[in-house]
């Protein structure tokens, strides 16, 4: 198993994630883990980023979790808040994203830090 660090900003980082939709993100995130043998450790961010730290196997399509995660949290999200519809009409996410293994850092550290997001 390999521990990642994943980070990804709203377009023009716009702030309107709530907690409550960060916690959708983290449902949406658990699901789509689930079909692709992807554990989400911990997910959390701030009102225009989402960090996700998640384990997986080294066969992982990291490409495809991803892009799933990105594709379905955005369409999700933005059809149950008009909020985000109305600033975001077309994408919720920028087309870049941060993704890292964590390396010589151990999980506590990283939960510790994305916690304190």
Do not use: C
């Not at 997910?43 to 225009?48: E, F, H, I």
């Amino acid at each position: 198993m390999l521990q990642y660090h994943f980070v990804t900003v709203t377009k023009y980082r716009v702030d309107l994630l709530t907690d409550e939709i960060a916690e959708r993100i983290g449902e949406i995130a658990s699901d789509i883990s689930e079909d692709i043998d992807v554990n989400i450790q911990n997910v959390n961010g701030g009102s225009d980023h989402v960090h996700i730290l998640f384990t997986a196997k080294p066969t992982t399509d990291l490409t495809k979790f991803i892009n799933s995660l990105k594709g379905v949290t955005s369409r999700k999200i933005r059809d149950k808040n008009p909020e985000v519809r109305q600033a975001l009409d077309k994408a919720l996410w920028q087309p870049g994203y941060f993704l890292a293994t964590t390396g010589q850092v151990s999980i506590d550290v990283l939960h510790e830090y994305v916690e304190e997001q």
